[in-house]
């Protein structure tokens, strides 16, 4: 399973950006799929995940302002981010695999990595 992020960039503070994964396979055959953000120094921290049943969940400093969302037509899986803050600065990863190993960022049992891409909040 290949994946593939996007939809990074520069964005003010308060701004929205969209970020998108692409699977080269069927989303619904995935357990979960869902978004970490890592930035210098520090290990990927888990952001968002949806599973194949349309479950989600959020880390508590997103909640409310950013939404995942799935396609299945489009084997897409989408993180739009509102009300941007200086701290959500970081690359964003896509990873897919057993949900309980993304709830617990198991990161050596993580089946599927995409490359990041960048988000930058800054004025």
């Known amino acids: 399973v290949q994946l593939q992020a996007s939809g990074g960039g520069l964005v003010q503070p308060g701004g929205s950006l969209r970020l998108s994964c692409a699977a080269s396979?069927?989303?619904?055959?995935?357990?979960?799929v869902g978004w970490y953000r890592q930035t210098p120094g520090k290990q990927p921290e888990l952001v968002a995940h949806?599973?194949?049943?349309?479950?989600?969940l959020y880390d508590a400093s997103v909640k409310g302002r950013f939404i995942i969302s799935g396609n299945n037509a489009k084997n897409t899986v989408d993180l739009q981010m509102n009300s941007l803050k200086p701290e959500d600065t970081a690359v964003y990863y896509c990873?897919?695999?057993?949900?309980?190993?993304?709830?617990?960022?198991?990161?050596?049992?993580?089946?599927?990595w995409g490359k990041g891409t960048q988000v930058t909040v800054s004025s």
């Open positions: 949806i599973t194949s049943t349309g479950s989600t």
């Open positions: 990873a897919a695999g057993t949900e309980t190993y993304l709830t617990m960022s198991n990161f050596p049992y993580i089946d599927h």
């Open positions: 396979t069927s989303i619904a055959s995935l357990d979960a």
